[in-house]
């Protein structure tokens, strides 16, 4: 079924040419048309105009309002408490990784590692504008890009550090995208509303009392932190390069589905 059309957008350009420190900035037609996927760090576009412009990767249903992430074969990795809302309509999801996780095994770990790493994260971020004092209520869509170099390794280095510097054999991690997007969105005008950037795990050791764990001494929390491009649009031209360029993005690399994504049930939700 066809995504419904969107109103979910920012302005396309930029006001103003954006100065080479800054890490927030909206992408024009023309730099969006020059970069590789590798170029990209995170992006923010609305949620309905990523239905639109890869329907091969989610499929919505109307009655009962779900929608089904399709990633056997590209796409992407959902985020998400198992729902979301869209048009003020409240969407159960299917097929996505729980923001909370608990690992019992050195092999749990492996296949969640490898699993959150094979495709970019997909968030969905309910978020308001009261312009003018009339409140508006949008949902966007905060993708992370795991093949750039750069977000890559802030997850790997908080994974590998977190073993390194904890007291005990349980720990739990988390990532954090909240403050990134919070400044992203407050320059356009919106608030968060809502805690769904963010996700965690949990490993548990094989320890019977783990003292250090429950005392709270082991665990950390990772910012994540870098660019994020405004992939907002509404004209046919920037359409067509917004989705060639997305679609370069969510494509895999070289397997389709590994050994750990056919092992999915200890964290995800079908």
């Known amino acids: 079924m066809a995504a419904p059309a969107t109103d979910d957008v920012f302005e396309e350009e930029p006001r103003s040419a954006p100065s080479r420190q800054a ?42 309002a779900q929608v089904t992430v399709l990633n056997g074969a590209g796409g992407y990795n959902a985020f998400c408490d198992g729902s979301l809302q869209l048009h003020g309509q409240r969407y159960r999801v299917h097929n996505y990784i729980s923001r909370k996780v608990h690992l019992e095994s050195h092999l749990d770990y492996k296949d969640y590692r490898e699993t959150i790493l094979s495709r970019p994260m997909l968030f969905f971020v309910n978020a308001t504008s009261n312009e003018q004092g009339v409140p508006k209520e949008r949902t966007f ?7 750039h170099p750069k977000m890559k390794a802030q997850i790997e280095e908080g994974m590998n550090n977190i073993i390194s510097s904890v007291l005990g054999e349980s720990y739990k991690l988390q990532f954090s995208f909240h403050k990134v997007v919070e400044e992203f969105l407050s320059k356009e005008n919106y608030q968060i509303d809502g805690e769904t950037l963010s996700f ?11 003292v250090f764990h429950l005392l709270g001494l082991s665990k950390n929390k990772v910012e994540c932190h870098g660019r994020v491009m405004n992939l907002s649009c509404t004209n046919p031209e920037k359409k067509a390069v917004v989705n060639k360029f997305l679609t370069k993005m969510s494509t895999p690399l070289i397997r389709m589905l590994s050994g750990s994504e056919r092992r999915l049930g200890s964290i995800s939700e079908s």
């Open 23 to 64: 890490s927030i900035s909206s992408v024009s037609l023309p730099e969006l048309s020059s970069l590789t996927t590798c170029n990209c760090e995170m992006a923010v576009l609305p949620l309905g105009l990523l239905f639109q412009l890869q329907p091969a990767y989610f499929q919505l249903q109307p009655s009962p």
């Open 141 to 147: 869509a905060f993708l992370v890009n795991t093949r």
């Open 200 to 210: 965690s795990y949990e490993f548990r050791g094989d320890a019977l009392i783990d």
